[in-house]
């Protein structure tokens, strides 16, 4: 059984730094790429960053491209997302998901997504 689990969401201060981390497990994940979404009160759903398992590629929304890092964690069998210079804005509910990476093709839809966690928040004040 696939299981996505995120962590690290929390309450920070606008400049504030934060780390994700979503564990993986059930399945191996070659081949898959690793994504953060994020969905804030009222909003739709919407890409922010993704990494590629077994390989060196990342994805990043624009609107958090030089302050969002997703990296891998081979120790933990995790990938992590380190948040920096954190906005109000940023405040939403930062959800994993997984699927086959073919190519970085709709990658950034979420509907798309085989695999998800069950999400885990983040606040961040003014």
């Known amino acids: 059984q696939v299981q996505l689990v995120e962590s690290g969401g929390g309450l920070v201060q606008a400049g504030d730094s934060l780390r994700l981390s979503c564990a993986a497990s059930?399945?191996?994940?070659?081949?898959?790429?690793m994504t953060w979404f994020r969905q804030a009160p009222g909003k739709e759903r919407e890409f922010v960053a993704a990494i590629v398992w077994d390989r060196p590629i990342t994805y990043y929304a624009d609107s958090v491209d030089g302050r969002f890092i997703a990296s891998k964690d081979d120790a933990k069998n995790a990938v992590d997302l380190v948040m920096s210079r954190l906005r109000p804005e940023d405040t939403a509910v930062y959800y994993c998901a997984s699927k086959y990476y073919s190519g970085g093709y709709r990658y950034n839809e979420w509907g798309t997504y085989k695999y998800w966690g069950q999400g885990t928040p983040v606040t961040v004040s003014s």
């Open positions: 059930g399945r191996t994940f070659d081949d898959h790429i």
